[in-house]
């Protein structure tokens, strides 16, 4: 699936749900010269504690980050993995999350996204048409066609076949993409690609939480539109 979207560059969109106690997607990104890595989090309603439970994860993948010199899909893979094990020795019993990760590595020339639930890693081309580089893991589509709407009208939609939760280890879809092919890349959670874009619900109205982050190779600062405190940049270019 694609489409024209209008996007603000280097921005991070975030709006609590008014179906919604609290505003439980979440996103850090961590940059440095030859790096950039995104981590965008979509805790489910399942528990208490699903903010602390992203933040705990997020956090374990940005320091394996900062201290890995040369990244692959395979350490970002194993690092997850990892986290996951952490996760379960911190008691997590109910939380679950979708996720999708994002890396651009800039000496390489090339990026990977790795994801599981219906969090979204979009390249936006020359023409500002997004191509999804990312799978949607829900009973929607369960046979792993693309994901339409008919699948967002689907009382199936909310039903992750793949998410982040500690009873049950399930692996990411991994793609690679050339940096060359992309003006800019956008990650979404499912309120926001869905909800909003999909459907054309007005995201001021929207049940569900909704968020959009864009980035280019040359971060910068990122302009914040948020209604809580759930996004983290740390700019590692000044201290190499």
């Known amino acids: ?81 990892n986290a996951h094990c952490m996760l379960r020795n911190k008691g997590y019993i109910h939380e679950k999350a979708a996720y999708a990760i994002l890396v651009l590595d800039k000496k390489a020339g090339v990026g990977w996204t790795l994801n599981c639930g219906d969090c979204r890693v979009g390249g936006v081309n020359r023409n500002g048409d997004v191509l999804w580089l990312t799978p949607v893991h829900s009973a929607a589509n369960a046979f792993g066609e693309e994901f339409t709407i008919k699948h967002a009208q689907s009382i199936e ?37 869905v909800d909003h874009v999909l459907l054309g619900e007005d995201i001021t109205t929207l049940k569900d939480d909704a968020s959009v982050l864009t980035l280019a190779l040359s971060v910068g600062d990122i302009n ?13 270019t000044s201290a190499e």
């Open 157 to 193: 939609r909310n039903s992750l076949t793949k998410c982040l939760r500690i009873r049950h280890f399930d692996e990411p879809a991994v793609s690679q993409f050339e940096l060359d092919n992309y003006e800019m890349w956008c990650m979404a959670t499912d309120g926001f690609w």
């Open 224 to 236: 914040l539109q948020t209604d809580c405190a759930n996004f983290e940049y740390i700019n590692n």
């Open 1 to 81: 699936m694609g489409g024209r979207l209008q996007f603000t560059l280097n921005s991070w969109l975030s709006k609590k749900g008014s179906n919604k106690h609290e505003n439980r997607d979440s996103c850090s990104v961590y940059l440095n010269h030859d790096v950039v890595f995104a981590i965008l989090v979509d805790a489910t309603d399942h528990g208490l504690n699903g903010i602390e439970f992203s933040s705990d994860w997020k956090n374990h993948l940005i320091n394996l980050v900062k201290k890995q010199g040369n990244l692959s899909p395979a350490h970002i893979r194993m690092g997850i993995f």
